[in-house]
């Protein structure tokens, strides 16, 4: 084994247990985050001091440079601790390597030149609310626009927005542009059932004008066609893009799951059942079909992920690229691990107890952010698997994130 691979996997190691070493204080916040809708501050402080938010990043801007299988069990110990920490150091890793991937020298050097020795926090989405843009000389002008969902958004230096551009030939094509904190405004929106300290708010832009080189065109930015040099051989920028974005939005569910779990068990060496002779959950024959139970969905949720997650990797790293089927069905994948920690929610609620009504208890607080990851659009699993239903049956897929 190379000095080169050595070190990468030490580093990948470190990065995990850095990860792992935060759970205590990010469980212990929980009940804090939750009836906040934020992010403690010295939380923010001891992710960034961690290095947890350089997983993806370029090695030339003072990132790790890792791979999906580093991000990925990051993102899982992190939301084994909090599922909002949990979906901030997701969303917030996945930009990284996406506006990497998506933008040339220029709009790189400004975002992350001047702070490589800082952690750059970047927030955005795709689909917009509205937007009334235009094309003027040496950019666009953006007239008003607003972006729902924009997870980091509070914490967010940078942030990246979608918006439908004219192609030159009567149509319109999807851009993705970045823009500076000072350029926006965070609405205090982001009041939801779940991942309340996520940052998920509304995001408006109005009378900005965005450089050409701050834009780059959806179709081209997913062959790979503004990668700089520098980071073209390496196999991080190579990594598909839709099911990595797939991954980012999928990536908190086991780790959600398994603190969930932790919880549970918990509560099942201490508490009785209600109505019946058992004093502790632990002595009952369906407790412990139960326990076994969900610990096998979140195994096989583990497998599925890793096998996933390993095929990206592998694909990248010979620089082989996925077919569409391929594809399709490294989403589908995600979306059915999705379902198997739904599942073992489902059985470790048969047990939560009447407790569990209070909002209070910190489990009933996991099964929330869960219930409102696991709702997510991009990776409901009865969608992605009927995408892959599809393509195995020769049809087109129905859906553009193909």
Sequence with gaps: MSETIVKKEEISEVLIEKAR?????????????????????????????????????????????????????????????????????????????MISYAFGREALHEIFGPNRDQDVILAGNFKPIRIDIEKVDGGYFIKDA????????????????????????????????????????????????????????????????????????????????????????????????????????????????????????????????????????????????????????????RMLFRQAIDDLDSYSTRGQDFTQKESVRIKALFGYANQQCKEAYDLMLAGAGSVFSYNNNVFQTFYRDFIAMHLHGFITPSSLLETYGRVMCDLEPNTYFA
């Design 21 to 97: 070493s935060l759970q205590k204080q990010l469980r212990d916040t929980t009940l804090e985050i939750d009836q906040t809708s934020n992010i403690p501050e010295e939380i923010i402080h001891s992710i960034r001091d961690n290095g947890l938010l350089k997983i993806l990043r370029p090695k030339m801007f003072g990132g790790y440079e890792t791979d999906m299988r580093t991000y990925f069990e990051v993102v899982t110990e992190i939301s084994r601790g909090n599922p909002s920490a949990g979906w901030f150091v997701s969303l917030s890793n996945i930009r990284d390597y």
């Design 146 to 301: 607003q972006w729902p969902f924009v997870s980091g958004s509070p914490y967010a230096d940078w942030f990246y927005f979608g918006a439908p551009v004219e192609d030159g030939n009567g149509g319109m094509e999807m851009a993705i542009i970045v823009i500076p904190r000072k350029d926006v405004e965070v609405m205090n929106d982001w009041n939801v059932i779940g991942l309340r300290g996520s940052g998920s708010n509304s995001v408006v832009v109005k009378e900005v004008f965005v450089p050409d080189y701050r834009v780059s065109l959806d179709r081209l930015a997913q062959k790979g066609h503004y990668i700089i040099e520098e980071l073209k051989d390496n196999p991080l920028y190579r990594t598909p893009f839709v099911p990595s974005l797939t991954l980012s939005i999928a990536a908190p569910a086991l780790g959600i799951a398994q603190g969930g779990f932790d919880l549970h068990m918990e509560r099942v060496q201490k508490a009785g059942i209600g109505n019946t002779f058992y004093s502790k959950m632990n002595e009952a024959a369906v407790t412990h079909l139960q326990i076994s139970e969900i610990d096998m969905k979140l195994e096989c949720a």
